[in-house]
């Protein structure tokens, strides 16, 4: 039950009841060797070549063997790389299945720090025990690390604010100009912010405002989790989670409790697009609240 733990409101949902067999990784080509595959949990990027291999994470252990089938079918290399871009389940679930094949794991120092402790999910009010020692990344960094394989150059890189977590990393395949965002950013809805795992909505925006001066308008988008995207949809994204937050600071100013603000409607525009997903627009907005009143 491991893959379940850091799923929060997803898990009981969606996941407690997922038979992981029914699920196909699904490949979406968007340059010549480089791909984005589907499957359940969040995207994983792919780069095929005669230097090996790489994948940018890895969904749930049960999945692992699919995975490699659906890379083994694009290309007859073994996978010789891993980039984790966050330490959730969702990503990093077949992490000890591909290094007992021999996968470099990569990530972000916050990434292993964390996975080596038992941690707290806030919204659950669970613990998630410590990841066992062989599914820790193995070469971590701190703000920046580049590959340079199958002809082209990679850029792995951290701004140094908590966001969806504290150890969040963003992939840019420089030459291809394709970006992995890992849940910096979402297309599922509102998306979570793990304030257990130094996540928060200052920073969040912070992370997009960065990633966004940085990001071509040629630029494609694999993001964590949903269809590729632009970097139009990237800044409608960072548009929308301003204004939300403005709002929500705005009422906490004018002397508002965290809990009455939920009932002001300040998500209800987004709602018909976002409420579909597994955090409502209220559940949001209380979430942030709650954050900023802290402070
Ligand atoms: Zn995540």
Redesign the pocket.
């Known amino acids: 039950m491991k893959y379940l733990a850091?799923l929060f409101f997803i898990s009981l949902g969606a996941f407690a009841q997922q038979n992981f067999d029914t699920v196909r990784i699904r490949p979406v080509k968007i340059k010549e060797n480089i791909y984005m595959l589907k499957g359940s949990g969040?995207n994983i990027g792919l780069i095929t070549g005669k230097d090996g291999n790489l994948i940018i994470d890895d969904q749930f252990a049960p999945l692992s063997g699919k995975i490699k089938a659906a890379v083994q079918a694009i290309d007859q290399g073994s996978i010789k790389y891993l980039i984790n871009?966050?330490?959730?389940g969702?990503?990093t679930g077949g992490n000890e299945n591909f290094r007992r094949d021999g996968v470099t794991i990569i990530a972000q120092n916050h990434v292993r720090e964390r996975m080596m402790k038992e941690q707290y999910n806030a919204v659950r009010k669970t613990t998630i025990p410590a990841s066992n020692p062989e599914a820790l990344p193995v070469i971590t960094f701190d703000d920046r690390v580049e590959l340079h394989i199958n002809g082209e150059d990679l850029e792995v890189f951290h701004f140094n604010f908590g966001s969806?977590?504290d150890g969040d990393a963003i992939v840019h395949f420089k030459n291809a100009n394709v970006y992995h965002m890992?849940?910096v950013f979402?297309r599922y809805g509102y998306p979570?912010i793990?304030m257990g795992n130094g996540g928060s909505i200052n920073g969040f925006i912070k992370v997009l405002d960065l990633a966004l001066a940085r990001i071509s308008d040629s630029a494609v988008i694999i993001p964590?989790?949903g269809e590729l995207a632009t970097k139009a949809d990237v800044k409608l994204f960072r548009d929308r989670l301003v204004d939300i937050r403005d709002q929500i600071a705005a009422a906490l100013k004018k002397g508002k409790k965290a809990e009455e603000i939920p009932a002001f409607g300040i998500t209800d525009k987004y709602d018909a697009e976002w409420g579909k997903g597994f955090l409502k627009g209220k559940d949001f907005v209380l979430m942030i609240a709650e954050e900023l009143s802290k402070k």
């Open positions: 850091p969040g871009t966050h330490l959730h969702d990503h969806h977590t890992g849940d979402v979570f793990d964590g989790h």
